[in-house]
């Protein structure tokens, strides 16, 4: 069965206080989405530098069984999220991270 939900208000009937509560969440939504553009770029360059560490690097250097402990420690402090979305995320973050990594290597060579 489906969850039925109000249609919105139009805006001649919306709460002027509502529209500035939004307002105020959707600016420090943006200020939490700047904090973690900043903690990704941070992530990233460790990232690369670990890659260079490693015999094999890179995508085939990947360590499943690593980001599988990372997810569910993040799940802990990210519960409304749980393991499954976070597995996404964090999937797209190392491959994001790895490409960025084995793109400026081969730059560099």
């Known amino acids: 069965m489906s969850e039925s939900h109000p249609a ?7 709460d002027p206080s509502a529209d500035e509560e939004i307002r105020r ?4 939504i943006d200020q939490l989405d700047a ?18 560490l490693k015999p094999v690097g890179y ?10 402990e990372l997810v569910e420690r993040m799940a802990e402090r990210a519960p409304r999220l749980g393991p499954e979305r976070l597995a996404a995320i ?9 490409a960025a990594a084995q793109e400026e290597a081969a730059r560099t060579t």
Do not use: K, N, T, Y
Request: proline share 4%; glycine share 8%; hydrophobic share 40%.
């Open 59 to 68: 995508f085939a250097g990947r360590d499943m069984r690593r980001e599988r």
């Open 25 to 28: 969440l959707r600016g420090r």
């Open 8 to 14: 919105p208000a139009s805006p001649e009937h919306r």
């Open 90 to 98: 964090m999937d797209g973050v190392i491959s994001a991270g790895l």
């Open 35 to 52: 904090e973690l553009a900043e903690l990704l770029e941070r992530r990233a360059l460790m990232a690369a530098r670990v890659q260079r």
